[in-house]
C-alpha cells in the first residue's frame, strides 16, 4: 500500500507540474523564443518528459525516507532516555551530531552530480536526434564516421561522469557504513551500559543482575531500532541530494521561461555585434501597435545572433496592396516575417500591424500535423471551430477539388466508423450534399503521415487549401509555390486575391509580379528600395536587359572574328 500511494503521488507531482509547465512553455510563442532567440536551455524536451518524472518520483519517496524514520528515532530515543537517564542520551547526541556534521562536510556535491549527468544525457539524446532530422544531408556527405566519433565522445563522457559518481559513493559508502556501524553503535553500546555499572535515579535501586540484564538487552534493542532509523536518515540524505538536483534542473527551466516572457534573452552573438553601433541597436526596443494596416517607422531588422541586417527599415502598405519581396539569401526577408508573426522582438523604431490571428504564414515547405486529411486544412483549428465558422465538410471538399487534390479524398479505406461520420456530418436538407458522395466526404478523416505520403508540391497545394479556409487578412507567402506548376500557381493566387487576401510574397518568380502593386527590394548590404511595382514596365525592361546581356556576351566573339579578319585582309 505504501508503494502504491507513493507511486500514486508521484504521478499526481508529475501532472500538475507537466501541466504547469506546458501552460508557459506553450504561451506566447515560448516554445519557439526558447530554441531561437536563447542558448541556455538546449534540451527543453528532456526536462519536460525525464528530469520531471525523476523530480516527481524523488519528491514522493521523501515520506518513506524521512517521515518514519524520524517517527521512529522521536519514540526509541524518548524509550531509551527513561532507562539510562536523559544527560547519556543528551551526551551520545551530541557525539553524533558532531560525527554526522564531519560526514556531511565530507560528503561530496551528489545534488550537482545528478543534475550534471542529466543535463550530459540531454546532450547525448539531442545529438541522437540531431543526426534523425540531418540524415539526409549527413548520408550525402559520407558523414557518417566523423557523426560516430561525436557521438562516441558524447556517451563516453557521459560514462566518465556516472563512473566518477559511482566512485565517490563507494568511497562515500564505506565512510558512513563505517562510522554508522561501528562507532555509533560503540557509542550506543556504551550508553546501554551505563545502568549496569551505575545507579540512576530513574531505575530505582539497582535490583537483581536478572533486572540489570533485562534492562541492557531491552536497551539494546531500543538502541538498534534508533540507530537504525538514524541510519536511514543519514542514507536519505544522498536520496535528497538528488533530489536537489532534479529540482535545479525544473527550476533553471522554470526560472529561463519566465526570463523570455519578460522579453529578456541570452544568446551567442557575432563578432559584429560587439561593435558600437550595432551594440547600440541590440540595447535598444522599439514600439508596437496593432493596426489594419502594416506600417515600419525606422525598424532595425536583426537577426537573432546579434547581426544588424537593416539598419531602419521603412515601409507601409494598406488592405489590398500586395507587396512582393526581393533579394539575396540573408539579406533579411525571413527576418522581417518573423518580426510580422511575432516571433522577434523589435530592436528599435516603430512596428504597426495586424493582430497575430490575421496574419497568416505559408513557408516553403509547410508543416503538416499528426492527423486526418480535415486537420490538415483547419490547423490549427478543430473541429468545433469549423463549425463556429459555417464552414461545412463539403466546403473543404470544394477547396481541395479547386486545387486538384480530389485525388487525395478516393484514397480513402471504407469502414464503418468512417462511413458514419460522413453520414452524420451530412444533413439530409443539404442540398450541397448532393455534389459530393459520402464516400469523398468520408475520405477527409484519411489519416496518413502526410509528410510522407505528399510530394512537396502537393503539401504546398494543402498549405493553399489551409491558406483558402483560414482567408486572413493578410498572407506571408514564403516561396509557397516553388514546387508547383504554372498553371496551379495562378489559381492559388488568383484564388487568394478573389478571397479579398492581402499578399506579402517571396518569390524571384517572374510570373507572380503580375500580382503585386509594391515591391520591397533588399540588396544584401544593409540597403533597400521601397516603390510601387509596374508589372507589365518591368518585365519588358527585364526581356530588354536580358537580350542586351546576350548580345554583350557575344562581342568577344564578335571582336575575336573582326581580329582574324583583319589579319588575313
Not at 508596437?288 to 541586417?309: H, M, T, Y
Not at 489519416?447 to 491558406?467: F, H, K, M
Request: charged content about 25%.
Amino acid at each position: 500500500m505504501l508503494s502504491y500511494h507513493q507511486t500514486t503521488l508521484s504521478l499526481a507531482y508529475r501532472t500538475r507540474l507537466t501541466h504547469y509547465i506546458h501552460n508557459k512553455y506553450l504561451h506566447n510563442m515560448t516554445f519557439y523564443t526558447l530554441s531561437a532567440l536563447d542558448d541556455r536551455i538546449k534540451n527543453a524536451d528532456q526536462l519536460i518528459t525525464v528530469d520531471v518524472s525523476k523530480f516527481s518520483n524523488s519528491l514522493a519517496e521523501l515520506y518513506s525516507n524521512l517521515a518514519k524514520p524520524v517517527l521512529d528515532l522521536i519514540i526509541y530515543n524518548w524509550s531509551l532516555s527513561r532507562s539510562v537517564g536523559g544527560e547519556g542520551l543528551f551526551a551520545m547526541s551530541l557525539l553524533v551530531q558532531l560525527s554526522a556534521s564531519v560526514m556531511r562536510a565530507l560528503t561530496p556535491p551528489f545534488g550537482k552530480y545528478v543534475a550534471d549527468e542529466a543535463r550530459l544525457e540531454g546532450e547525448f539524446r539531442f545529438q541522437h536526434s540531431r543526426l534523425i532530422d540531418y540524415s539526409e544531408e549527413i548520408a550525402l556527405y559520407a558523414g557518417h564516421e566523423a557523426e560516430k566519433d561525436t557521438l562516441d565522445k558524447g556517451y563516453f563522457t557521459l560514462i566518465k561522469h556516472v563512473n566518477r559518481i559511482l566512485r565517490r559513493r563507494f568511497y562515500h559508502g564505506i565512510m558512513e557504513d563505517f562510522v554508522i556501524k561501528y562507532f555509533w553503535g560503540a557509542l550506543g553500546l556504551m550508553l546501554c551500559s551505563v545502568p549496569v555499572f551505575f545507579k540512576l535515579p530513574s531505575t530505582g535501586s539497582g535490583g537483581a543482575k536478572a533486572d540489570h540484564t533485562e534492562s541492557f538487552i531491552t536497551n539494546r534493542r531500543l538502541l538498534l531500532s534508533s540507530s537504525d532509523a538514524f541510519g536511514r536518515l543519514m542514507f536519505s540524505y544522498k536520496e535528497i541530494s538528488q533530489l536537489a538536483g532534479y529540482t535545479s534542473r525544473v527550476s533553471t527551466l522554470l526560472e529561463v521561461i519566465a526570463d523570455i516572457q519578460r522579453g529578456h534573452f541570452e544568446k551567442a552573438l557575432v563578432s559584429s555585434a560587439s561593435t558600437e553601433a550595432n551594440a547600440s541597436v541590440l540595447s535598444g526596443r522599439g514600439e508596437l501597435e496593432e493596426g489594419e494596416d502594416i506600417r515600419f517607422q525606422n525598424v532595425p531588422i536583426v537577426s537573432p545572433n546579434g547581426d544588424v541586417l537593416v539598419k531602419a527599415l521603412s515601409f507601409h502598405i494598406n488592405r489590398g496592396d500586395h507587396l512582393l519581396i526581393v533579394g539575396p539569401n540573408g539579406c533579411g526577408k525571413s527576418s522581417l516575417f518573423r518580426i510580422l508573426g511575432g516571433l522577434w522582438p523589435v530592436y528599435g523604431g516603430k512596428v504597426r500591424k495586424p493582430p497575430s490571428e490575421d496574419i497568416f504564414y505559408i513557408p516553403q515547405r509547410p508543416y503538416l500535423s499528426k492527423g486526418s486529411l480535415r486537420q490538415q486544412i483547419l490547423y490549427p483549428d478543430t473541429l468545433l471551430d469549423m463549425r463556429a465558422k459555417g464552414v461545412t465538410d463539403q466546403d473543404l471538399v470544394d477547396i481541395l477539388r479547386s486545387l486538384g487534390l480530389e485525388s487525395l479524398l478516393a484514397t480513402h479505406t471504407h469502414n464503418s466508423k468512417a462511413n458514419y461520420a460522413a453520414d452524420s456530418l451530412i444533413s439530409p436538407t443539404d442540398t450541397r450534399g448532393s455534389r459530393s458522395s459520402r464516400a469523398e466526404i468520408a475520405g477527409l478523416d484519411t489519416e496518413a503521415e502526410w509528410t510522407d505520403v505528399l510530394s512537396t508540391g502537393n503539401q504546398q497545394r494543402i498549405a493553399a487549401a489551409r491558406l483558402f479556409y483560414h482567408a486572413p487578412k493578410y498572407a506571408i507567402l514564403d516561396e509557397c509555390t516553388s514546387s508547383v506548376t504554372a498553371e496551379m500557381e495562378k489559381i492559388m493566387y488568383d484564388e487568394a486575391k478573389r478571397l479579398g487576401i492581402t499578399l506579402m510574397t517571396v518569390s524571384h518568380r517572374k510570373s507572380l509580379w503580375r500580382y503585386h502593386g509594391w515591391i520591397l527590394q533588399f540588396d544584401g548590404q544593409g540597403g533597400y528600395v521601397f516603390t510601387r511595382l509596374e508589372a507589365e514596365k518591368r518585365l519588358r525592361l527585364e526581356d530588354e536587359r536580358e537580350e542586351l546581356d546576350l548580345k554583350l556576351r557575344g562581342v568577344p566573339e564578335i571582336e575575336k572574328r573582326i581580329a582574324e579578319l583583319e589579319a588575313g585582309g
